[in-house]
């Protein structure tokens, strides 16, 4: 047999297949894709700000750019009460003012910002762990 065609079968036969492991994540809701102004939750796509949790999706939230954020848009996120709420700022960082993290704080609420493509890809590992996580999330 040519060197080549060896080559070519020693490859095939150590040739090893990736290991992949099921995905186990329970939750109702998961972020499945993000672009810049447009996020897909399960097999839907949406073109405006949202707030998820696990079991929660509330759609049409009003601030659609972080500058227009404002303590009672953030709000609605006690009642989801969880450990800790993701504010995805769109496509850059953003420091937020601290009167908007206070009411949250004063609830005991943790809050992390960042741009909403890492909020996103928190959220999932976050929530894949049955952590109590909310996303709140600017999309442009």
Excluded at 52 to 65: D, E, F, G, R
Excluded at 66 to 71: A, E, G, H, N, P
């Amino acid at each position: 047999m040519p060197a080549f065609f060896a080559t070519i079968a020693a490859y095939r036969k150590e040739k090893r297949m990736a290991t992949l492991t099921l995905d186990e994540n329970q939750a109702t809701y998961q972020i499945r894709g993000f672009k810049q102004g447009m996020i897909r939750i399960n097999d839907t796509t949406y073109l405006e700000s949202v707030i998820v949790s696990a079991n929660t999706l509330i759609t049409h939230w009003p601030p659609q750019h972080i500058q227009r954020l404002t303590v009672s848009d953030l709000a609605i996120v006690s009642t989801l009460q969880p450990d800790i709420l993701l504010i995805g700022t769109g496509s850059e960082p953003v420091f937020l003012d601290a009167h908007l993290y206070a009411s949250l704080i004063d609830q005991g609420i943790g809050v992390e910002v960042m741009n909403t493509s890492a909020a996103c890809r928190t959220f999932n590992a976050l929530s894949a762990e049955n952590r109590n996580v909310v996303a709140a999330l600017i999309l442009s």
